[in-house]
């Protein structure tokens, strides 16, 4: 019945809200001012509307733009934590350098087998 499945939704947001309480007070000082400036920052949607039109043709509806957007935001999210992990491997100091950056988009490029022709192929069959 509707009650019951409003019941069910109300029990999995209840516990999805105390899981994430949990994970915040789990992390450190840095970590969660990281967490909050991510959580903050959002991609242009007339942009990522522009870039979505340019690829497929035609444009995008706001749904679109915004799976995009969190998609994007998820990878680059991937890339940075990936170049903090290069930048102490390699002992430096101060913030993420372009190089930090390269090398973890390389690095991920190879763990993912991700190329500009995979990814544009992928695209394209849908």
């Known amino acids: 019945t509707t009650d019951e499945t409003e019941?069910?939704?109300a029990q999995l947001r209840s516990r999805t809200?105390?899981?994430h309480n949990m994970l915040l007070k789990a992390f450190s000082p840095e970590q969660t001012e990281r967490f909050e400036v991510y959580r903050r920052s959002a991609l242009s949607k007339p942009n990522i509307k522009k870039l979505v039109s340019s690829?497929?043709?035609y444009s995008c509806s706001?749904?679109?733009?915004?799976?995009?957007?969190?998609?994007?935001?998820i990878f680059i999210g991937e890339?940075?934590?990936?170049?903090?992990?290069?930048k102490n491997e390699w002992g430096s100091e101060g913030p993420l350098s372009p190089d930090h950056?390269?090398?973890a988009f390389?690095?991920?490029k190879k763990e993912n087998k991700f190329t500009l022709h995979n990814c544009q192929r992928?695209?394209?069959r849908h």
């Open 7 to 9: 019941w069910k939704q």
């Open 17 to 19: 809200y105390e899981q």
């Open 55 to 57: 690829i497929f043709g």
């Open 62 to 73: 706001n749904n679109i733009s915004i799976v995009v957007a969190g998609f994007s935001k």
């Open 79 to 86: 890339i940075i934590e990936k170049a903090l992990d290069i």
């Open 101 to 103: 950056i390269r090398e």
């Open 106 to 108: 390389r690095r991920y």
């Open 122 to 124: 992928r695209l394209l």
